[in-house]
């Protein structure tokens, strides 16, 4: 082991990147256009869906609950209809996702607590406006509450669940998705730079003169990799402040915290990519193998879907991935002002993963040709 | 007598080397004796074993067979010494395309371990040496064919090592390069450095001191060019006559002719009678009357040719 070779290769490799327009538009590129793709396209929390109301009571309290249905946001009254007819023929030309029905007895019904007093139609073959559809039931709707209680005070129990929302009380998706973005940006670059970065020495030759020069395995691959842990470190800094300008991200908890969950993190990529890199014949094949590292971690860990709600076998697998972790403490760190301290479990599960891909990637990478 | 006895010096020894990749051997059962400041061909076709060979004497890969040792170092336990002591060009160009020719240079001195002063003027010593001072900021990726292989070799000898080993280093040049490139070896050969060179062209075969014919992964021949060419077991001819393609073909199928080239419009035969020249005007007049048949001297494709027909019907038998 000699620093005077691996400083050697650390600044090959940044001339190299220095002359690689692509890559750097890459390291730049990547993560802006995530975080704005996700922050305002891709929005989980479901808003202004196109609906039709038919009130067939037209009574004070059912105009009060379109109202109040209007003033949600959830739904965007776009017609108000007066036949069922119409509702089936809006809802297959696509012109609506959601229909309120509101019978002609209604203020009856109200009275009644066996009886629904409303009915809500959702086009159901899309999922997530099914599920937002079935939040209104659970919607703190204020004008049933005072029919009811008008008219048989104490047995209805239609708004009985308040939400209380802690973390995120205007329930903006951007607060959870951009601390998660900061790990599954880091799972996609880090990898992929580093895995291509050293099969590309073997795909361009360039591998056959180094295994005949002093230069160790070690040597090259530490190299390689160092001045991708500085590139991970802009990209964090990159979204923490495109966060904070654009979607008004706070950073709860210690900025230095956040610097070191990262930099064990990026480790942990960095030796993925280290290991995919002695299984890939070439740039392509690397990638490749990139692609099927961050497709599960993406899915399982907890940045798409909640991970309390996935089955057990799959929070198993869940656990192995470094992004599950940093997941729990970027948000702990960002949102909930959490010490790395108190999550220090998560933090010695990527450490792990780093001591287990080094020692194999070791174990595989000879410096011989066959 | 002291200079002398360090000529006689084996710097590389190989008994029974052998490679194979699954079924297939590539080197088989070879036996090589490499002497310092010698320049030690390996002339072979494509396919012959002559770039597994090398990367097995440089500790690329592990012999499955025999025993090598290189600059007294048993391979591949000393594997990690040999390359401190050895260059290596590669067939195809392997320094970055991407970095420029000094930015390649400076690397692989920091790699070798040189550094500061002593780093900067053997740089300098390099461009010289090699007509690579005009050429020193550009990329390596944009040189001519020629330029690669100077800067490809001034890589090689940076470190100034006791063997060198080059594959194929002439494959992508001009015949002026390649004179010139011939000139670089023979100067670092008198300066000492043994040379290993692999080559498919005869006439880099001819230039060498001591040369060794491959032929699917075994030595079919060895000894230097000249001895060769006196030893050859047969003799060679050049037939002048009005139909060469036809007698040609028809010479191509005795048993007693190993070659048959077209020159030009004369024919060049090679056959393995000492007494050739009556039994072969015999064989030509039959098909052409007026045809002539002159013994001529053998080349060292003649060599080559002889060499390899010869262990193709060993193997068939």
């Keep these: 082991m000699s620093l005077a070779r691996l400083l050697a290769v650390v600044r090959k490799e940044l001339v190299q990147l220095g002359r690689d327009r692509l890559t750097f538009a890459m390291i730049v590129g990547i993560p802006t256009l995530q975080l704005l793709l996700f922050g305002f396209a891709i929005n989980l929390d479901i808003r202004h ?10 009574t004070m309290h059912s105009r009060e609950l379109v109202a109040e249905l209007a003033s949600s946001q959830v739904l965007d009254f776009r017609r108000v209809v007066a036949a069922p007819q119409e509702i089936d023929a809006a809802m297959r030309r696509g012109e609506i996702s959601v229909a309120v029905v509101i019978p002609q007895d209604f203020e009856t019904r109200l009275a009644r607590p066996d009886r629904p007093a409303w009915q809500v139609v959702v086009d159901g073959s899309d999922q997530s406006v099914q599920a937002a559809a079935r939040q209104l039931s659970a919607f703190p709707l204020a004008s049933l509450d005072y029919g009811a209680a008008a008219n048989r005070p104490g047995t209805r129990a239609v708004p009985s669940v308040e939400i209380v929302n802690f973390y995120n009380p205007e329930r903006r998706a951007p607060i959870n998705t951009v601390p998660g973005l900061i790990g599954v940006i880091l799972a996609m670059t880090m990898v992929i730079f580093t895995a291509m970065a050293i099969v590309r020495e073997r795909e361009r030759g360039n591998m056959e003169m180094l295994i005949a020069t002093p230069l160790s395995p070690f040597e090259l691959t530490i190299g390689k990799v160092l001045p991708y842990v500085g590139i991970g470190l802009v990209q964090v800094t990159l979204i923490l402040l495109l966060g904070e300008l654009v979607f008004d991200v706070p950073v709860r908890g210690s900025l230095l915290e956040v610097y070191l969950a990262a930099i064990v993190y990026i480790a942990a990529m960095l030796s993925l990519g280290v290991f995919i890199s002695t299984l890939a014949d070439s740039q392509f ?34 656990e192995i991935f470094p992004l599950t972790h940093f997941l729990r403490l ?30 194999v990637a070791v174990l595989r990478f000879r410096k011989r040709l066959d | 007598m002291a200079a002398e006895a360090r000529a006689q010096e084996s710097v590389i020894v190989a008994h029974g080397l052998t490679k194979r990749f699954g079924d297939l051997v590539a080197v088989d059962h070879l036996d090589l004796d490499v002497r310092r400041a010698e320049i030690y061909g390996f002339l072979g076709p494509n396919g012959c074993g002559k770039s597994t060979t090398i990367r097995m004497l440089c500790g690329l890969l592990r012999p499955s067979e025999g025993e090598v040792s290189v600059l007294g170092q048993a391979l591949p336990r000393g594997a990690e010494t040999v390359k401190r002591a050895i260059g290596y060009m590669t067939q195809k160009f392997s320094l970055y395309e991407d970095l420029s020719v000094r930015q390649n240079l400076e690397f692989l001195a920091a790699v070798h371990g040189l550094r500061g002063a002593s780093a900067r003027a053997r ?110 077991p047969g003799s060679t001819f050049r037939v002048d006559c009005g ?21 030009g419009s004369s024919l060049r035969v090679l056959t393995d009678r000492r007494d050739g ?6 064989r030509v007049r039959a098909i052409d009357a007026d045809a002539e048949v002159e013994a001529v001297a053998a080349n060292l494709e003649d060599v080559f040719v002889a060499a390899t027909r010869k262990s193709a019907v060993e193997a068939a038998a």
Excluded at chain 1, 295 to 315: C, E
Excluded at chain 2, 139 to 144: D, I, R, Y
Excluded at chain 2, 248 to 255: F, Y
Excluded at chain 2, 277 to 282: M, S, V
Aim: aromatic residues 8%.
């Design chain 1, 285 to 318: 094949q690397a990638m490749q193998m990139a692609f099927f590292t961050f497709l599960p971690q993406i899915l399982l860990s907890g940045f798409m879907f909640p991970y309390d709600g996935m089955p057990r076998a799959a929070q198993w697998l869940a």
């Design chain 1, 330 to 359: 970027i948000r702990g760190i960002m949102l909930r002002d959490a010490a790395l301290g108190e999550m220090w479990h998560e933090l010695a599960a990527l450490a792990a993963f780093v001591v287990v891909m080094l020692s």
């Design chain 2, 243 to 263: 139909q060469p393609r036809r007698v040609q073909l028809a010479l191509a199928r005795e048993a007693h002719v190993l070659g048959v080239a077209q020159i």
């Design chain 2, 123 to 232: 740089l300098e010593e390099m461009y010289a040496r090699y007509h690579l001072g005009e050429l020193k900021e550009r990329l390596a990726g944009t040189l001519s064919g020629g330029q690669k292989q100077r800067l490809a070799l001034a890589g090689a000898v940076l470190h100034e090592p006791e063997l060198l080993l080059l594959d194929e280093p002439t494959s992508a040049v001009d015949p002026q390069s390649r004179r010139d490139f011939w000139d670089a070896l023979f100067d670092l050969a008198e300066a000492g450095t043994t040379l290993l060179v692999s080559t498919h062209y005869m006439d880099e075969a001819e230039r060498c001191h001591r040369l060794a014919i491959l032929d699917r992964g075994r030595l079919v021949a060895d000894g230097s060019p000249q001895r060769l060419m006196a030893d050859l």
């Design chain 1, 49 to 58: 869906l196109p609906a039709a109301v038919l009130d067939q009571a037209n």
């Design chain 2, 277 to 282: 020249a009556d039994w072969l005007r015999e």
